[in-house]
């Protein structure tokens, strides 16, 4: 099975004010696999968003290693310049909460984020309009963010997440801000993601009604994972 991030024996402890330690993730053993979306999903305190930052070179473990990709580099022991390039060109997050800049409209929010890239100006105006086009939002481009829905905020968020291609996007709680059937459409629009582009994204949740739509669905539990449950694969080719 290739793999194209994988936590080795990943510990976690935080030091908390009246000196106790609390072991936050405990021994992770983890290979997400490529162009698939996979669901960490667990109860609140269960250690997802603390796994999901170690993953995505936002924090450090205590111990362990996270290799990057398949045959890489432990990228734990990377700079911390290596460690901002490497989330610059080959990552991509999405959060809980969407953060757009509210007085830029939609294709100025994902165009303005690109300029972290050395793309030219052209090939960003080309790429923030491909990627809104990408999530479906081709009529709102021109909208600020006061004047869409919440779907449609995450939906930017999402645009902007995947304009410069990175090869994983690690998303907390994308949709916990969400009405259900709003939360659903992201999710699908996650599942169509992965299937149309070179791409591989994580999530996390702890919304049961999300999992269906996972390929890969691993449970956390104290720090522990405790269940990896694989959804079945539609056909090759079946939904090109
Ligand atoms: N910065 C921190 N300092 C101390 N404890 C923390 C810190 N971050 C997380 N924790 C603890 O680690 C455990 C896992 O937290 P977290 O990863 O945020 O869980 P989840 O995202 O599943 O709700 C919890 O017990 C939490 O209180
Ligand atoms: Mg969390």
Redesign the pocket.
């Known amino acids: 099975m290739s793999c194209i991030i994988e936590a080795k024996n990943v510990c976690m402890d ?1 030091e ?1 004010g009246d000196g106790s330690t ?1 072991h ?1 993730l405990k021994g992770i053993d983890l290979r997400i696999q490529p162009n698939r979306l996979s669901v960490l999903r ?10 999901i930052n170690i993953l995505g070179a936002l924090d450090r473990p205590t111990s362990g290693e996270v290799i990057f990709p398949e045959g890489g580099r432990d990228i734990t022991k990377l700079s911390d310049p290596e460690r901002d390039g490497l989330r610059r060109n080959e990552m991509a997050f999405v959060f809980q909460s969407v953060a757009l800049i509210s007085t830029m409209t939609a294709f100025e929010n994902v165009e303005f984020a690109l300029r972290l890239t050395k793309l030219p100006y052209k090939e960003r105006v080309e790429r923030a309009k491909q990627s809104l086009i990408q999530v479906g939002l081709e009529k709102r481009m021109n909208h600020r963010p006061g004047e869409m829905s919440g779907g449609e905020q995450q939906r930017v968020a999402i645009a902007r997440a995947i304009s410069h291609s990175p090869k994983i996007i690690f998303a ?1 709680e994308p949709t916990a801000e969400l009405d259900s059937p709003t939360a659903l459409a992201v999710m699908k629009l996650f599942r169509d993601l992965v299937r149309q582009n070179d791409l591989t994204i994580v999530m ?1 949740t ?1 919304d049961t009604a999300m999992m269906e739509q996972a390929d890969i669905v691993y449970t ?1 539990e104290d ?1 522990v994972i405790s269940d990896v449950k694989e959804n079945a694969q539609p056909e090759e080719g079946a939904d090109a």
Do not use: P, Q
Request: aromatic share 6%; charged share 15%; no cysteine.
């Open positions: 935080f908390i609390v936050a667990g109860r609140s305190g269960s250690g997802k968003t603390t796994l907390d996390t702890h956390l720090g």
